[in-house]
T-cell receptor
Framework: GAVVSQHPSWVICKSGTSVKIECRSL??????MFWYRQFPKQSLMLMAT?????????EQGVEKDKFLINHASLTLSTLTVTSAHPEDSSFYIC?????????FGQGTRLTVV | GDSVTQMEGPVTLSEEAFLTINCTYT??????LFWYVQYPGEGLQLLLK?????DKGSNKGFEATYRKETTSFHLEKGSVQVSDSAVYFC????????????FGQGTELSVKP
C-alpha cells in the first residue's frame, strides 16, 4: 500500500507556542489531504480537508486561525497549531488521498504544558 | 449528515472465541465502508473494505459484508487471538467524496488467554 509519513510522532511544547506537524505522501501524489484529531479513548474527528494549491475546508467548530493548514505541493501538507494551550493536547492524524482511497500517517501526539 | 454507529465497548473475550462487532450507518447514495484497527499508541491500519452492496471484505480472518437493506457492516472473526486486542473503528466514505472518512466511536476489544 501507499506510504504516508507524519512527523514528528510526538511533541511537547509550552503553552503559547506554535507547533508544526508535517504529513508527506512518499510514493504517490496526494491531491487531497485530511487532518483528524483524536482525544483519548475517543474516535477520530475530521478537522479539515485540504486540496493542493487551495485553501483548506474546515469542519464546523474548528478554528481555522488556530489550526493553520498548508498544502503547497502534491506530497506535503502541514498543520500548525498556533498559540497552543493544554486543551489542544491530543493525537493528530493525517491521511492522504490520490484517488478513492486514503492512507494514514502514524499520528502525532501533542502535549502542551 | 452521514454517520456511523458501532457497538460500545469494551468487549472482552477469551482466546478462540467468536467475535462480532456491530456497525450501522446512515448515508445518502452509496458510501464505501471500512474497518480500521488501532493498536495502543499507534495510528490506524486498514483492516478491510467494501465498496458496494453485498460485497464482503476480508483480511487476517476478519470479514464484514456490506448490507444495504439493513445499512450494516458488522465485523466478525471466528476465533480471536490475544494479538487481536485493539480498538476497532467502522468508517464510511460518503458517495463521491473519495478519501474523506467518517468514523464510528470505536470499540475496544480485549482478548484474554
Amino acid at each position: 500500500g501507499a506510504v504516508v509519513s507524519q512527523h514528528p510522532s510526538w511533541v511537547i511544547c509550552k503553552s503559547g507556542t506554535s507547533v508544526k506537524i508535517e504529513c508527506r505522501s512518499l510514493d504517490f501524489q496526494a491531491t487531497t489531504m485530511f487532518w483528524y484529531r483524536q482525544f483519548p479513548k475517543q474516535s477520530l474527528m475530521l478537522m479539515a480537508t485540504s486540496n493542493e494549491g487551495s485553501k483548506a475546508t474546515y469542519e464546523q467548530g474548528v478554528e481555522k486561525d488556530k489550526f493553520l493548514i498548508n498544502h503547497a505541493s502534491l506530497t506535503l501538507s502541514t498543520l500548525t497549531v498556533t498559540s497552543a494551550h493544554p486543551e489542544d493536547s491530543s493525537f493528530y492524524i493525517c491521511s492522504a488521498s490520490g484517488s478513492l482511497w486514503a492512507f494514514f500517517g502514524q499520528g502525532t501526539r501533542l502535549t502542551v504544558v | 449528515g452521514d454517520s456511523v454507529t458501532q457497538m460500545e465497548g469494551p468487549v472482552t473475550l477469551s482466546e478462540e472465541a467468536f467475535l462480532t462487532i456491530n456497525c450501522t450507518y446512515t448515508a445518502t447514495g452509496y458510501p464505501s465502508l471500512f474497518w480500521y484497527v488501532q493498536y495502543p499508541g499507534e495510528g490506524l491500519q486498514l483492516l478491510l473494505k467494501a465498496t458496494k452492496a453485498d460485497d464482503k471484505g476480508s483480511n487476517k480472518g476478519f470479514e464484514a459484508t456490506y448490507r444495504k437493506e439493513t445499512t450494516s457492516f458488522h465485523l466478525e472473526k471466528g476465533s480471536v487471538q490475544v494479538s487481536d486486542s485493539a480498538v476497532y473503528f467502522c468508517a464510511l466514505t460518503p458517495y463521491n467524496q473519495g478519501g474523506k472518512l467518517i468514523f464510528g466511536q470505536g470499540t475496544e476489544l480485549s482478548v484474554k488467554p
